[in-house]
């Protein structure tokens, strides 16, 4: 296992998890990496480490380079286990090495590992100098645990991201610009709606922060990493999203059924709102993961939830996405409510609710729609033409 060059003494040293398929709850089918970062300069330098199961394939690669004892820094850009993991072992190998990282950082590792190593904690702003190179840091909390902070070198323009720019992608090719973009690009917004999307008014003052930067190469703790060609277009990404930035002409329709009665009513939602001129995906809780519902929510104005009624509430799935949903808080959303019922009812108007209450997911909202078990033609028409007086009106405001 070979370290990677990435500039004259600096290399990758991470490790790269090719079976991982779950992470947090949504599903990861590219696997990942956890990247490290070694630079060799009069005090080397280890930036961030790996999960504790593959301490071995960093301490490889890093072997690749030097004796990994003669390591005098790690800087621990975040605590979180996936990062952090390998830092016991590590420690054994280098117990005089100095471990850089913030107040929430010293705090959280004492709390994981139970151990008082050679901490030195370090504020926003900070410098320190390793020889030719220095190391400035940036801490950027709930970006996306208390502790995130960016590491800025300065003399190689080059910005260690930690969580921020990642993506989940298992890969021998460790650079952006050598795979397909529309799947980096796709990862990447995978990675920010299903972990910081909830902390898009924090990574808004990083962005206005790294504006001022002269950055030429983005190295994230996960995924591949951004060189001068295409950082402006992640940057770009990020800005949008971060500001909940979505198309007035994009609905999405997630349900699940029981008797193919609330299916109905998605088919016909779907038709009057693609009438209306509006691009419409319908999303199935049967077959589709709530992490990639996430993604697509990302994109979509208009988010339309069904369910029908099941011992007086909604079935079980789409409580699990609702729940999910409100966690990662999209903003700027208009809502739709629907579903069928047998003679209780109860689903819709708990759809209604959680929707739009704001200590849940708080949308503006449209007149849900509702039907006693099977709709027939006559009534999935009026629900279109209805919808579509609805749609005209949001479109036009």
């Not at 398929?21 to 949504?26: K, M, P, T, V």
Request: overall charge negative.
């Amino acid at each position: 296992m070979k370290a990677l060059k990435l500039k004259e003494g600096i290399y990758w040293v991470g490790a790269i998890d090719w079976d991982l398929r779950n992470f947090h709850g949504y599903v990861t089918q590219r696997g990942s990496t956890y990247n490290a970062y070694l630079i060799i300069d009069d005090k080397i330098t280890l930036i961030d480490n790996v999960k504790s199961y593959l301490y071995e394939e960093m301490i490889t690669r890093i072997k690749d380079i030097i004796d990994p004892s003669k390591i005098d820094i790690i800087i621990q850009n975040h605590i979180e286990m996936d990062h952090s993991g390998g830092l016991p072992e590590l420690i054994k190998l280098i117990p005089k090495a100095t471990l850089y990282t913030n107040a929430n950082g010293v705090k959280g590792l004492k709390r994981h590992f139970k151990q008082d190593w050679n901490f030195q904690e370090v504020k926003n702003g900070e410098s320190i100098s390793i020889g030719k190179r220095t190391l400035s840091f940036l801490t950027t909390p709930m970006v996306h645990w208390p502790d995130n902070q960016f590491t800025y070198c300065p003399e190689e323009k080059i910005l260690f991201s930690n969580d921020g720019f990642g993506q989940h992608i298992a890969s021998t090719e460790h650079f952006a610009k050598d795979l397909p973009k529309g799947i980096v690009l796709e990862e990447a917004k995978k990675y920010y709606a299903n972990i910081v999307l909830p902390y898009s008014k924090q990574v808004q003052n990083v962005l206005k922060v790294a504006k001022g930067l002269d950055i030429h190469m983005i190295c994230p703790s996960h995924g591949v990493i951004w060189t001068e060609e295409n950082i402006p277009e992640i940057i770009s990404a990020y800005i949008n999203w971060a500001n909940n930035v979505s198309d007035r002409h994009r609905a999405l329709v997630i349900y699940d059924t029981m008797w193919k009665s609330t299916q109905k009513l998605a088919y016909t939602i779907s038709e009057a709102f693609e009438e209306e001129g509006v691009s419409t995906q319908l999303m199935n809780l049967q077959t589709n993961h709530i992490s990639d519902i996430m993604t697509e929510v990302m994109d979509a104005k208009f988010i339309a939830v069904g369910s029908p009624t099941l011992n007086s509430s909604i079935l079980p799935t789409v409580a699990a996405f609702m729940y999910y949903l409100k966690g990662l808080s999209p903003k700027n959303k208009i809502g739709l409510a629907f579903g069928s019922y047998g003679w209780g009812g109860q689903s819709i108007p708990i759809l209604q609710e959680l929707l739009q209450d704001p200590k849940q997911c708080g949308f503006e909202m449209m007149e849900p729609i509702k039907t006693q078990y099977i709709p027939d033609q006559e009534e999935l028409n009026n629900i279109k033409n209805n919808l579509r007086q609805q749609i005209k009106i949001k479109l036009e405001e």
